[in-house]
């Protein structure tokens, strides 16, 4: 029986066989297939660098996107909280007559519900 590096081994030069023979490398010569398999590393490393330095960027972004789409922005409601209970302090301080005081008094309820 062979041993696992020897299996291992085998199987790598398979690999290496069939790609050769679908990609029609095993016709080139040592030079083109040198500047073949240069060109194929150097796109897949630079694929490789741009995925691990871009795609966790990417994704955080896309996340974002999604949840503010599902959620809305929560900062701008609490901005517009603020601004509305401002607003209903003013009207009741400013408030002279009971039909202001009502209407006061209804959007403080409003405020409460945001």
Same mark, same amino acid.
């Given at each position: 029986?062979?041993?696992?590096i020897?299996s291992? $081994? +085998?199987w *790598?030069?398979l +690999?290496? !066989?069939?790609?050769e023979?679908?990609?029609?490398?095993y =016709?080139?010569t040592? =030079?083109e297939k040198?500047i073949f !398999?240069?060109? *194929?590393?150097l796109l897949? $490393?630079l694929?490789? =660098?741009a995925?691990?330095? !871009?795609?966790p960027?990417?994704l955080?972004f =896309?996340i974002?996107?999604a949840w503010? !789409?599902m959620?809305?922005?929560c900062h701008?409601l609490? *901005?517009? +909280?603020?601004?509305?209970?401002?607003?209903?302090?003013t @009207?009741i301080?400013?408030?002279?007559g009971?039909? @202001?005081r009502? @209407? @006061?008094?209804?959007a403080?309820?409003v405020?409460r519900?945001?």
């Open positions: 029986m062979a041993s696992p020897e291992f $081994s +085998k *790598l030069q +690999k290496i !066989y069939q790609f023979v679908t990609m029609a490398v =016709i080139f040592p =030079i040198f !398999y240069s060109v *194929l590393f897949f $490393s694929t490789f =660098i995925t691990v330095l !871009y795609l960027q990417h955080q =896309i974002s996107r503010f !789409y959620h809305g922005d701008d609490e *901005l517009v +909280k603020e601004g509305a209970e401002s607003l209903v302090r @009207a301080g400013t408030a002279t009971t039909a @202001a009502a @209407a @006061a008094e209804t403080t309820g405020v519900e945001l």
